[in-house]
């Protein structure tokens, strides 16, 4: 990202001249980028979220593009909205970063930016340059979004609801794995998927509209984001281990048994949904995981997978199994 043509030899407006041309709008942009702020046309209520990565925590550019940083950032902002059964609508994205910079690695990164808006059909509302000390690079985007029908929190699930989720398990994390060992080619799709994560957005105002009890997003892992729901809603969710064979399944080739294990119950950054239904709401491409039930008594909300708490015994009872 160093290297190429340095960003302080450009002046600000030169640069978002470079910049604007590779961001879409949409049908609801009624005033584009450019002007003191843009405008949107809204109707209700807006879903609202923001998520900043950086350079050294979030990313290295040994594994991954400008392009792919862009598209991550933009995925990991919509998949919020979508997870509250919103439609992302438009985006406001900052970048903060050291003048040395390369041009071309910023221009890589709007294109991935731009590119992963216009597959969601979201339009870039604007943002902010601001520059940083040595090394210092940081993208932080704000994400907008309607809803056309109820809003879907985390504390809505209610015992006897299907758990239910909407997209792969464990591919990111096994992508991860891959480029921490220089395997790539053992599973590209993985690898893909952790360098640009796909999340089901439409599915989202979807289940909302199906009668969806609760929701989130998997960025931290399934049990991980399991026990917030859980414990958001004050119920215990049961995961069949059997219902997660086709996630298994998909990456134990490439990463081994254990390692596939703990990559679909606790691998972060696949931004599938999860959600609770009345058993017979569950929507067509949701599938069914496990099922919310009462607490017993003395038992605390949480995640049980098999019948087993996975923060209390950690991963060896899976990894026999
Ligand atoms: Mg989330």
Redesign the pocket.
Known sequence: MTGGTPLRTLDEDDLLDRILPLFGGSDDLVVAPGDDAAVLRTTGETVATTDTAVLGRDWLDAWSSGSDIGHKVIVQNL??VA?MGGTPTGVLITLVADPGLSLEWVLDHAAGLGSACAEAGVAVLGGDLSSAPPGVVMVSVTALGRLDGPVVLRSGATPGDALAVCGSLGLAAAGLRLLETGSEDRHPLAVERQRRPVSPLAQGPVAARAGATAM??V?DGLVR?GTRLARASGVVLEIVLEALEVDLAEIRGAVGASEALECVLAGGEEHSLLATFPVDLVPAGWRVIGRAREMAAGERPGVLVDGHSVAHTGWDHFRSS
């Open positions: 998949a919020d997870a989130l997003d960025s984001d």
